[in-house]
């Protein structure tokens, strides 16, 4: 009885701690880790558990930098990416 309850409580906590990236996702514009309603876009890109298998991109990003897609969010860390490169080489 007692391994049985022992058990199931080991099987509960690695299930919420696997479910964390879906109620808290990290947004890949800013970093920031937000509860899911703060969140306009959540998609799925990969089969890998945790923060790598999705991307997100909470409401204040996607007002701020008017990002509607996923190809948005791309476009805009490419251009991040250049201007970074430009700035170490002057």
Known sequence: ???GISFAA???IILFLLYIP???PKCSCCG???FKPFFSIHRVVGINPGYSGSRSICKRCCRE???E???DLDRLIE???KMKIDSLTR
Do not use: P
């Open 32 to 34: 920031k880790k937000k």
């Open 79 to 81: 251009i991040r990416r």
């Open 69 to 71: 897609s996923l190809c």
């Open 10 to 12: 080991l099987a509960a």
């Open 1 to 3: 009885m007692r391994l």
């Open 65 to 67: 930098y008017n990002i």
């Open 22 to 24: 879906d109620m808290f």
